[in-house]
């Protein structure tokens, strides 16, 4: 993809990775020379000032770790992403977007011997509408008398422009103060209750699919510690279970524990119920009644935990009851109705005899080995770029889209971001998710593609 400009894949690998490391991240963006890699060596904290001037030179490092006061965090420079064929402004409202997606604070710097032009105002824009916390530095405020100018900057409507001299030092304290004012203190994470801890498991499925059997034929085999209690201290909520050696957290136990069977209104609690425990789970083990066929209600709790970006396990109970002839309709109903969840781990289990439950961890293992999954950006791009030679988009008025370069923005689920010289057509992005988990495998989870268009 060279030829496009976008020859810094490596840059945007390392934003992605940035954004997922265990300290928080800080991006430092802004137009070509308004002197972010001077900033950035004057934080790191390197004497000599690493500044290219030749265009098309990449850089090799683009992260590097600082500290400050004691809070460590990474910053990452994108100063040698410029040399673009698409112009300054697009260049650098796409190393702005990448640099925002994967920061949890952006420091936007601005030439204040220049002011704003066109361009720092498109920045201002995508911050806005990004609402990650934004520092905004006045650079080149070498000496008192640049203090006007970076005054001016207040018209950016970011806050308080902060003077700084990056090649002298001028103000960089004060700046890094309100650095570490703005970002916070852990990176941002996917999902509600924070990574770490033992790993959280939501047993869900409709009413009478065998959950408060399944759950408790777990826990009667298995160490069980209360977790929290809610209301009563009879009522736990989460509860830890020790299953193969690992301490698992069942989410929300008390919805499956209490039997509540509401008359009216129960598909509506039922689905409340599922949508509070995915939000609290990583692992969704989808339960389904193969005594029945598989209903609406089934698939939509499937793409309940599909939507909210969860690992998933279908786990088709009651299996000691089915004979020959239910088992070959069952096996139609799944490629007719589950299709779409080919990539889930199945496990066919009673809950009632406890047949093939030492299945279960394996099934949430592999699913959660896939849903954290990252492919490193140089793999996925030798593979988009095959698949491009290979499979082109069709010519849609006299215009042929191209897959320019892509980069795993994140992981939990694994979320993919395309950059494309147009359109993409819905058939050609299924086409391009169904290869990548050919290509990469994915068992156990969701993955998201989204195209942006370069134009
Ligand atoms: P980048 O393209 O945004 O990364 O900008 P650089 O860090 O490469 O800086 C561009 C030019 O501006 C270099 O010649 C720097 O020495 C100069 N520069 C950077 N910061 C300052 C500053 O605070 N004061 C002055 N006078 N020049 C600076
Ligand atoms: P929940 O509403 O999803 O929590 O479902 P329950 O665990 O209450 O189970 C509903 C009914 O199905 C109960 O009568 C269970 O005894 C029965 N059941 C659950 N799992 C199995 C199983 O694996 N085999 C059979 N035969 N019955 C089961």
């Known amino acids: 993809a060279a030829e496009e400009g976008f020859d810094l894949e490596e840059v945007a690998g390392d934003l992605a990775a940035a954004g997922h490391g265990p300290l928080p991240v800080l991006a430092v963006v802004g137009r070509p020379n308004v002197g972010k890699s001077t900033l950035v060596n004057r934080i790191i904290g390197r004497r000599e000032a690493v500044v290219e001037d030749k265009p098309g030179v990449t850089r090799d490092r683009v992260n590097y770790e600082a500290n400050w006061n004691g809070r460590r965090f990474t910053i990452v420079d994108t100063g040698g992403w410029e040399q673009d064929v698409l112009g300054i402004d697009a260049s650098v409202a796409a190393q702005a977007e990448f640099a925002i997606q994967a920061a949890d604070a952006v420091v936007f710097v601005v030439d204040s011997t220049v002011g704003a032009t066109d361009t720092d105002e498109a920045v201002v824009r995508l911050l806005r509408k990004s609402g990650k916390p934004v520092v905004l530095a006045a650079n080149k405020v070498d000496g008192q008398s640049g203090e006007a100018d970076a005054a001016a900057l207040w018209n950016l409507g970011l806050g308080e422009p902060h003077a700084v001299s990056s090649l002298h030092g001028r103000g960089t304290g004060d700046l890094l103060d ?59 909520v989460d509860e830890l ?21 509401l008359q009216e209104g129960a598909d509506y609690y039922a689905s409340l119920r599922t949508a509070a425990a995915l939000t609290k789970a990583e692992v969704a083990v989808v339960l389904i009644d193969t005594t029945e066929s598989i209903s609406v209600q089934d698939t939509r709790i499937i793409t309940m935990a599909v939507e909210a970006g969860r690992a998933v396990v279908i786990a088709y109970n009651k299996w000691d009851q089915i004979d020959e002839e239910r088992r070959y309709y069952l096996e139609r109903e799944i490629e007719q109705d589950l299709v779409q969840v080919q990539w ?41 770029g095959e698949l491009v030679a290979g499979h082109p988009h069709p010519i849609r008025g006299g215009k042929q889209p191209r897959i320019l370069f892509g980069t795993q923005a994140g992981t939990r689920p694994p979320r993919f971001v395309l950059f494309a010289s147009g359109f993409l057509e819905a058939g050609y992005r299924r086409f391009v998710e169904r290869r990548l988990r050919e290509e990469f495998g994915f068992v156990g989870t969701p993955i998201q593609v989204s195209v942006r268009v370069r134009e």
């Open 178 to 236: 309100a650095i570490m004012a703005a970002l916070p203190e852990a990176p941002a994470m996917t999902f509600g209750a924070g990574i770490g801890g033992p790993r959280r498991i939501a047993l869900i499925g409709r009413p009478n699919v065998g959950k408060s059997s399944l759950l408790n034929r777990v826990a009667g085999e298995h160490r069980v510690v209360v977790d929290k209690v809610a209301g009563t201290t009879r009522d736990p």
């Open 344 to 384: 889930a781990p199945r496990v066919n289990v009673s809950a009632l005899t406890g047949r093939h439950m030492e299945k279960l961890v394996p099934a949430i293992e592999a699913a959660i080995a896939g849903w954290e999954t990252r492919i490193p950006t140089g793999r996925l791009n030798a593979f988009l």
């Open 241 to 261: 279970i020790e299953l193969g050696g690992i301490t698992w957290k069942f989410i929300d136990t008390a919805g499956i524990r209490r039997r509540v069977h």
